[in-house]
């Protein structure tokens, strides 16, 4: 009874577990394509992983074919010598030399067009332009060479990345039409670490697709960069949008070659940096145009707080936005930047600011308006006050674009009519005949003041709040250490200056009043007739007494006189 | 010898503030204008008394000012323009009498009552420094003082340094007013007789005036007085 037992468990055991077994391997042999001879002999060593071949140029050719994929190839079925054509199991030459890689490839590749037609080649466009091109990659490059699938088991096999990577991760390159050549090659380990490292290419590139890919032809490299910026916005509709009121983007849409967009700041789209908690991106990207004010920045009491690790310290950004950057020269909206982090100013200032009997908030607002944050808190900066020139009716900048049209001249013209003895300093008669002039040809104009930092980078030395001036006799008094440089401003309509030097004195001249009638500082714009006046009217107050004095003393006797006749008559 | 109350009691106090207040901001916004010449007080220092008395001087102006509108006799101040003849010609009189007169020992001219407390000149001058310029000087100080607070006015006047240039224009004007305004003030019939009276409020008028108004006697009253 046991024995049949025994019997019936193992009739089981072999139903059930190695019969399984043996019916997948049968199929398994019986699906799986047999290499030729051949290649089973030339496996016989090419499956060896470490044989190598050391090329002419030190590189070090692997000579190892990995029989798997080779028998799940599309080409299993040829032997070894249909490609390698110079090698048979008769004849092995021993010692080929070959000058790289490239030129290896290059040769194996040839092979390819004994079986496939050049009709084929050319069936879709982008195949045809790459195989016409001089510098065209080889077949392998693209298409593998001992694991080649055929294009629809590749198509379907592969993600979409993926598939677009097969090509492009190679050494690709565009020619331009002015000749440039724009590399295509996209480093797969950089993009699936950029910020953009989860996305599938056709979420960008919507007119390539794994069956589509037109061919395209630009005129250099700029233009090609301006047209994929039109790809950023498909995403990042706000940023764009910001930037097209950008600073940046002016200079983009005056045709600046070197304006910059959005892949200039961010670097190339596939490989694009995610944003740090440390903000060292807000700094690495400006840097790479701006380098010049970094070591300013770093001097600053902005970079001691970054590297301390506090979570509020400025970068550029931070002050200056991150795409709808202005001229911090033709708007007071730099301060608004200061003010983001440094809230009630008006409060903090007035702790100091004395104006009795009561201070108020505009009291300090009256000083942020003409003085920037810079000029008081930047480390022993040059101050100077900068005059520029504003429309009453407007209160925009004239800029020197306008005013050449205004006057009728060019700008060596404009240069005579503001320094009209041309000695390089402006005088307050020539503020006042330039003032008088652009008034005659129907513009009221007025000399807007500020005092500011000399350079932009003086702009990002800000010190701490001990280093900061409080000093009101730097600007109130006479000679005021910060009113001796003085310039004339004239904005230009992409933002930047022109800065001629003044007189130091001319805030102190009656001719300026009226040209720049909103800027007064206590002290030291003072208008030095008024002080001659002054003193005319004290000497002549004085003299009036001593003068009636002395007459009256000199005319005594004629009273006496008058008084003793009276006496007589009575 | 009768005494007229002449300066009532509200005025008396406005005059002396306002005598002492002028000096100050004289003094003041001299030491900020000239302090590379003199250094009296420190920027700070003058900046502080100056605006402090600049305010207390706002509110005197109108103890002045509601004085006189409220007991209507504001009139004082009021040249009688209806008569410009005969108002020009006292007026030319009393300059006459200050230039010439006074040399001669001839009697002023006018004489001073609660109702007619002012000779012609003095009536112009403290018209329009009441009516107009210390209006002004307070408007424009205030203008400085906090010009963003007031820009609608500072914009509408042209700009900052054009509410300066008034303040200072004034602040000449007053600074010589002041020295001659004192000076004026001991032409009474006593050096001190104008002064006492503007700390006691009552002028001295000799009795005989009233009772002859002759020139002659009231030459030879002045004279004593002398």
Not at chain 1, 10 to 30: C, D, G, H, Q, R
Not at chain 1, 172 to 183: A, D, H, R, V, W
Not at chain 2, 58 to 64: C, H, M, R, S
Not at chain 2, 118 to 126: C, L
Request: charged fraction near 20%; aromatic fraction near 10%; proline fraction near 4%.
């Amino acid at each position: 009874m046991d024995d049949i037992k025994k019997k019936i468990l193992i009739s089981l055991f072999i139903v059930f577990m190695i019969f399984p077994i043996y019916v997948y391997a049968a199929k398994v042999v019986a699906t799986k394509p047999v290499l030729s001879d051949e290649a089973q002999m030339c496996l016989g060593c090419h499956s060896n992983k470490d044989m190598t071949k050391a090329l002419e140029n030190k590189e070090i050719l692997s000579l190892y074919v990995d029989g798997d994929a080779f028998v799940n190839s599309i080409h299993n079925a040829i032997s070894c010598a249909g490609c390698h054509m110079d090698i048979s199991m008769q004849n092995h030459p021993q010692v080929k030399k070959i000058k790289s890689k490239k030129e290896y490839i290059a040769n194996a590749s040839k092979a390819c067009t004994m079986c496939h037609a050049d009709d084929q080649l050319r069936k879709k466009p982008i195949h045809s332009f790459l195989i016409t091109k001089a510098k065209a990659i080889s077949c392998v490059e693209c298409h593998g060479s001992h694991s080649i699938k055929g294009i629809a088991a590749q198509r379907a096999g592969l993600g979409e990345t993926q598939y677009c990577l097969s090509c492009h991760k190679s050494r690709l390159s565009m020619t331009m039409k002015n000749g440039e050549s724009l590399s295509v090659f996209v480093d797969e380990s950089s993009l699936r670490n950029s910020a953009h490292g989860k996305l599938e290419c056709t979420k960008c590139h919507s007119n390539f697709s794994k069956t589509q890919h037109p061919v395209r032809a630009f005129n250099s490299k700029r233009e090609y960069t301006l047209i994929n910026t039109e790809l950023c916005k498909k995403c990042h509709p706000d940023a764009s949008s910001q930037y097209e009121k950008s600073i940046h983007y002016d200079l983009f849409k005056s045709g600046n070659p070197k304006a910059p967009n959005c892949t200039d700041c961010h670097g190339n789209a596939h490989s694009l940096a995610r944003t740090k908690p440390d903000k060292t991106i807000g700094l690495t990207l400006c840097n790479k145009c701006h380098r010049e004010l970094n070591s300013s920045y770093e001097a600053s009491i902005h970079n001691k707080a970054r590297l301390q690790g506090k979570k509020d310290a400025p970068v550029c950004s931070s002050c200056h936005n991150a795409h709808n950057i202005e001229s911090t020269k033709m708007t007071t909206k730099i301060k608004e930047g200061c003010f983001k982090c440094h809230k009630d100013m008006g409060k903090v200032h007035n702790k100091w600011l004395k104006n009795p009997p009561i201070t108020l908030s505009t009291f300090a607002t009256a000083h942020f308006d003409v003085v920037s944050c810079a000029a008081c808190h930047s480390i022993e900066a040059k101050r100077g006050i900068y005059l520029t020139l504003y429309s009453r009716k407007t209160g925009e900048p004239v800029t020197e674009e306008e005013l050449l049209k205004i006057l009728e001249t060019d700008p060596v013209g404009l240069m005579k009519k503001i320094d009209s003895n041309a000695d390089g300093i402006i005088k307050a008669r020539e503020i006042w005949d330039f003032f008088s002039l652009l008034y005659k040809k129907g513009v009221t104009s007025i000399f807007m003041g500020k005092m500011d930092v000399g350079n932009a980078a003086e702009a990002h030395m800000i010190g701490g709040k001990a280093e900061a001036t409080k000093d009101c006799v730097k600007c109130h008094q006479p000679g005021a250490e910060f009113f001796q440089n003085v310039f004339v401003v004239i904005q230009k309509a992409d933002g930047k200056r022109t800065i001629l030097n003044a007189k130091p004195g001319v805030l102190n001249s009656v001719y300026t009043i009226l040209p720049v009638s909103k800027f007064y500082a206590l002290g030291s714009t003072n208008i030095k007739l008024f002080d001659i006046l002054f003193i005319i009217a004290l000497i002549g107050g004085i003299a009036v007494p001593i003068g009636h004095i002395s007459l009256r003393i000199i005319t005594s006797p004629l009273r006496s006189l008058r008084r003793m006749g009276k006496g007589g008559k009575k | 010898m009768k005494k007229i109350y002449l300066h009532p009691l509200p005025i008396r106090i406005w005059h002396w503030v306002n005598a002492g207040g002028f000096i100050i901001l004289i003094l003041t916004g001299a030491q900020m204008r000239f302090s590379n010449v003199f250094n009296l007080f420190s920027f700070e220092t003058a900046v502080d008394i100056h605006s402090w008395t600049g305010f207390i001087l706002l509110a005197n102006y109108f103890i002045w000012l509601l004085y006189y509108l409220l007991t209507f006799k504001i009139k004082i101040y009021i040249p009688p323009l209806h008569h410009p003849i005969e108002f020009t010609k006292k007026a030319l009189r009393q300059a006459k009498f200050y230039g010439w007169g006074i040399m001669v020992g001839d009697e002023n001219p006018h004489h001073s009552t609660p109702d007619n407390k002012f000779n012609p000149m003095q009536q112009v001058s403290y018209l329009m420094i009441m009516v107009a310029l210390i209006p002004v000087q307070i408007i424009t100080g205030l203008l400085l003082w906090d010009p963003k607070l007031f820009s609608p006015v500072v914009n509408l006047i042209g700009g900052i340094q054009i509410a300066d240039m008034i303040h200072v224009l004034l602040f000449i004007f007053f600074s010589a007013f002041i020295i001659v305004h004192f000076y004026l003030a001991t032409l009474g019939h006593t050096t001190f007789a104008h002064i006492i009276a503007m700390f006691s409020g009552y002028e001295e008028e000799y009795e005989e005036h009233e009772e002859h108004g002759g020139h002659a006697e009231e030459h030879s009253h002045q004279e004593k007085t002398e």
